[in-house]
């Protein structure tokens, strides 16, 4: 499975920017998709997470104000960021935890990572 993220960039603080994620490979089912981000200096953190069944998860950091959603029929996950600080500031990952056709098993995939900065 291949993970290819877009919509990273460069923002004022309090603008909005919305990331893609779509997956590509035999893919069986997705169960869950979701979004991790890396700051300079900062450990690796879950930003938010959906389940098959639209479940959502966030970090405290985020809630009410960055929104994840997925379309299961194009395997693509998408994030909305409303409201950006320059704490947001980090790498985003896109993960999967999907089963292929080469053995049906779950395994969790990653993205190569698309750069957000919120400028002061």
């Known amino acids: 499975v291949q993970l290819q993220a877009s919509g990273g960039g460069l923002v004022q603080a309090g603008g909005s920017l919305k990331l893609s994620c779509d997956a590509f490979g035999s893919i069986v089912a997705i169960n869950t998709m979701g979004w991790y981000r890396q700051a300079p200096g900062k450990e690796h953190e879950l930003v938010a997470s959906i389940t098959s069944g639209a479940n959502t998860n966030y970090a405290d950091t985020v809630k009410d104000r960055f929104t994840i959603s997925r379309a299961n029929a194009k395997n693509t996950v998408y994030l909305q960021m409303n409201d950006l600080k320059p704490e947001d500031t980090a790498v985003y990952y896109c993960?999967?935890?999907?089963?292929?056709?080469?053995?049906?098993?779950?395994?969790?995939?990653w993205g190569m990572g698309t750069q957000v900065t919120v400028s002061s």
């Open positions: 993960n999967a935890a999907a089963s292929t056709l080469v053995d049906f098993l779950t395994r969790n995939y």
